[in-house]
C-alpha cells in the first residue's frame, strides 16, 4: 500500500451541524473533487420531505462530508493502523454515492440499489476508481467490501454500517437541523468520548448509556416524526404515481412532447450502463416532470401539476385487511372514472428502532454492547429499561391515500364511513 499523502495544508469545510469539516489526506480530498461525489449536491438527503418542512433542502454531499467528519473523530480514539483509517475515512464519505434521484422512491419503481451501485462506482472505470486505485490496486474492492458489510474486520464495517454508526449520527442530528425539530438531538460528544474497542467490536462504557438511550430515542422519535410524516409519503406516491404512468405510457408507445431520453434506460429493460446512471440526478427528473405537466395525457399531466404545485392527496387510517373497503373504493373509482391504480393507494411504512442480534435472520443487527465497570459485555437493552421497551416491537402505519378533490360525495361517505 503506498503511504497516504498529507495535504500542504488541511482543507476545511463549515457546516453547521458539526461545525467543522477537517480534510488531511490527499485521497480525501480527491474524492470529494471528483464528479461522482460532486453529483452528491444533486440528489437531496431527505426527497419529498421538504413539502412538510420546507428546511429539508439539504444534500447527500453535506451528508457524506458530515459522514466522514465523525468517522475522522472516531479514528483518532482507536489504536488502528493507516490503513484501516483510510479505509474507515473513504468508506464513510462514498457510502452514500450511489443514491439515485429521489432515492427511495425511485428505487421501488425501478427496482434500483443505491448499495448495490455506490459498489459499482466504486469499483467500476470512475474518477472515484482511479483516486482509490492510487492507494493500492486492492483498495477499490476493500472500500466496496464494507459498503457490502462483507469485509473480514467486522469492527470496521460496524463504524460504517450497525446500530450506531457515524451515518445515523450524522442523519439524525442533520435531518433535525434542516427540518427544524428536536426530536434527532442527542450527546453525541458523549457517546465518541465513550467508545471503546473490545474483541474487535465498538462498544459504548456503561457510564454512557443514557447517552445511547437519547440515541435511540431519537431515531424512533425522527422516523415517525420526520422520515415517516404522512405528508411526506403523500408526495413520495405522487411521484411513484409518475414514474409508474411516464413508464406504462412508454411501453404503450405513447408521444412524449418531450422524449425522455435519459429515462428511457430506466423504462426499457433496466440494463443501465455506469454512465447512465450517474447522469441521472433530481435537476433531470424534476424537468421532466416539468415539462410532462403540459402533456395530452391527463393522468401523467394532472399528476405532475400535484406534485410540482403541493397539491397533494388526502390521507386516512386503513385497516390493511379492510378488503371490503378497498374492493368497494376500486369499484367505485372505475365508476366515476377515476383510475384507481394511480389515484388510490395503500402505505405501510414500518421501522424497528433496535434489535438485538438474531442469527440468520433477515437483516442481522449487531447489538449495541455496553462495557460494564468489571469488563464483563452487556447488550444494551438488559440494562435499559427505555431501550428494552421498544427493542425488537417493528410498528406500523398504516394509511390510504387519495385525491380528496377529484371524488365525489358517494365515495366520501364511503371513506368518512369507515
Same mark, same amino acid.
Given at each position: 500500500m503506498t503511504a497516504p499523502i498529507l495535504l500542504e495544508?488541511?482543507?476545511?469545510?463549515? #457546516?453547521?451541524?458539526?461545525k467543522y469539516v477537517h480534510v488531511r489526506y490527499k485521497v480525501i480530498w480527491d474524492l470529494i473533487n471528483t464528479p461522482e461525489f460532486q453529483r452528491l449536491r444533486r440528489i437531496r438527503q431527505l426527497g419529498t420531505s421538504l413539502y412538510t418542512f420546507h428546511g429539508a433542502e439539504h444534500s447527500r454531499f453535506n451528508h457524506s462530508l458530515g459522514v466522514y467528519e465523525i468517522m475522522r473523530r472516531m479514528v483518532t480514539k482507536f489504536d488502528l493502523s493507516i490503513d484501516e483509517v483510510l479505509l474507515c475515512l473513504c468508506s464513510a464519505l462514498l457510502h452514500d454515492v450511489g443514491h439515485g434521484p429521489f432515492s427511495h422512491s425511485f428505487e421501488k419503481v425501478f427496482k434500483t440499489d443505491h448499495e448495490v451501485w455506490t459498489q459499482k462506482i466504486i469499483e467500476g472505470n470512475t474518477e472515484i476508481n482511479r483516486v482509490l486505485t492510487e492507494i493500492s490496486p486492492d483498495f477499490p474492492k476493500k472500500v466496496s467490501e464494507v459498503i457490502g458489510k462483507t469485509y473480514p474486520n467486522k469492527m470496521v464495517v460496524s463504524l460504517v454500517t450497525?446500530? +450506531? #454508526?457515524? #451515518? @445515523?449520527? &450524522?442523519?439524525?442530528? @442533520? &435531518?433535525?437541523?434542516? !427540518?427544524?425539530?428536536n426530536y434527532g438531538n442527542f450527546d453525541i460528544e458523549r457517546i465518541l468520548r465513550l467508545m471503546r474497542i473490545v474483541d474487535e467490536q465498538v462498544v459504548i462504557k456503561y457510564s454512557g448509556m443514557h447517552a445511547v438511550e437519547d440515541y435511540i430515542l431519537s431515531r424512533y422519535q425522527m422516523y415517525w416524526q420526520v422520515y415517516f410524516h404522512p405528508? !411526506? @409519503?403523500?408526495?413520495?406516491? +405522487?411521484?411513484?404515481k409518475i414514474f409508474n404512468r411516464a413508464k406504462e405510457l412508454y411501453h404503450e408507445d405513447y408521444t412524449f412532447r418531450i422524449f425522455p431520453e435519459p429515462m428511457l434506460p430506466f423504462f426499457k429493460d433496466g440494463k443501465i450502463s455506469l454512465r447512465q446512471y450517474l447522469d441521472f440526478d433530481e435537476a433531470t427528473v424534476l424537468y421532466y416532470i416539468q415539462e410532462w405537466c403540459r402533456e395530452k395525457d391527463r393522468i401523467l399531466s394532472d399528476l405532475c401539476k400535484r406534485f410540482l404545485h403541493r397539491r397533494l392527496f388526502k390521507y386516512i387510517e386503513y385497516d390493511p385487511n379492510d378488503y371490503r373497503m378497498w374492493s368497494d373504493l376500486e369499484a367505485l373509482f372505475y365508476k366515476e372514472g377515476i383510475d384507481p391504480r394511480y389515484y388510490l393507494e395503500f402505505d405501510s411504512p414500518s421501522d424497528l428502532p433496535y434489535d438485538f442480534y438474531r442469527t440468520g435472520e433477515e437483516e442481522e443487527r449487531m447489538p449495541i454492547l455496553l462495557l460494564m465497570p468489571n469488563g464483563d459485555l452487556e447488550e444494551l437493552s438488559r440494562k435499559s429499561d427505555i431501550v428494552q421497551a421498544i427493542s425488537g416491537k417493528r410498528r406500523f402505519d398504516h394509511k390510504l391515500y387519495y385525491p380528496e378533490d377529484m371524488v365525489s360525495d358517494e365515495i366520501r361517505k364511503r371513506i368518512g364511513g369507515k
Open positions: 495544508e488541511e482543507k476545511v469545510f463549515k #457546516d453547521p451541524v458539526h450497525s446500530q +450506531i #454508526d457515524a #451515518d @445515523r449520527m &450524522d442523519y439524525l442530528l @442533520r &435531518d433535525a437541523y434542516y !427540518t427544524g425539530v405528508v !411526506t @409519503r403523500s408526495a413520495e406516491v +405522487i411521484l411513484r
